[in-house]
Antibody, heavy 123, light 110 residues
Framework: QITLRESGPTLVKPTQTLTLTCTFSGFSLSTSGVGVAWIRQPPGKALEWLAHIYSNENQRHNPSLKSRLTVTKDTSKNQVVLTMTNMDPADTATYYC???????????????WGQGTLVTVSS | QSVLTQPPSASGTPGQRVSISCSGSNSNIGDNFVYWYQQFPGTAPRLLIYRNSQRPSGVPDRFSGSKSGTSASLAISGLRPEDEADYHCATWDDSLSSPVFGGGTKLTVL
């Protein structure tokens, strides 16, 4: 059974750096084609993909946020860490991590999600 | 502004069939699979449909997906009160080289 759980601060100040950790179980990030993604959702708004990291260390980032995002993984701890710099009130959102399964067609989708963590950016 | 366009709301009465549309372009829906997620208030999205029309185990066959050209649809037949939720479409965008989502549709069961 695949589970994911996000952890990190619930409140950050503008210009600070946000660090969120996704701790998962039920799969290994050393399995080819598997990945973990970060997706956020501002209150009452749409889902927005941020980034994901694959088992082979390859990463993809949302082009509009690329310069602010870093994703790292610790395979031995079953964790993926998202770092987002220069936080702004517009970054207030629920942040989810999600499992990207291996797909024979090479498609990217997310079949298991964490419960999400609400991050508020305010001074 | 989302890359994929969905109606903000939809509604139906119990037992009815409702459809939710998702419109994109050649660089996204036109060239890639479409996925649908169901989200209840305060909870994480749940994968409902993958590869345009496939259902993960546990998803009732009342839910079906289809795609034609640069648009896709989610249909729910035999509508139930517990289907009241937000529904999001998603796909890959070749121009952006990233996954993209629709703005979400809030389904109300009257």
């Amino acid at each position: 059974q695949i589970t994911l759980r996000e952890s990190g601060p619930t409140l950050v100040k503008p210009t600070q750096t946000l660090t969120l950790t996704c701790t998962f179980s039920g799969f290994s990030l050393s399995t080819s084609g598997v990945g973990v993604a970060w997706i956020r959702q501002p209150p009452g708004k749409a889902l927005e993909w941020l980034a994901h990291i694959y088992s082979n260390e390859n990463q993809r980032h949302n082009p509009s946020l690329k310069s602010r995002l870093t994703v790292t993984k610790d395979t031995s701890k079953n964790q993926v860490v998202l770092t987002m710099t220069n936080m702004d009130p517009a970054d207030t959102a629920t942040y989810y991590c999600a499992h990207r399964p291996y797909d024979s067609f090479g498609s990217t989708f997310f079949d298991f999600w964490g419960q999400g963590t609400l991050v508020t950016v305010s001074s | 502004q989302s890359v994929l366009t969905q109606p903000p709301s939809a509604s139906g009465t119990p037992g009815q069939r409702v459809s939710i549309s998702c419109s994109g372009s050649n660089s996204n829906i036109g060239d890639n699979f479409v996925y649908w997620y169901q989200q209840f208030p305060g909870t994480a999205p749940r994968l409902l449909i993958y590869r345009n029309s496939q259902r993960p185990s546990g998803v009732p066959d009342r839910f079906s997906g289809s795609k034609s050209g640069t648009s896709a649809s989610l249909a729910i037949s035999g509508l139930r009160p517990e289907d009241e939720a937000d529904y999001h479409c998603a796909t890959w965008d070749d121009s952006l080289s990233s996954p993209v989502f629709g703005g979400g549709t809030k389904l109300t069961v009257l």
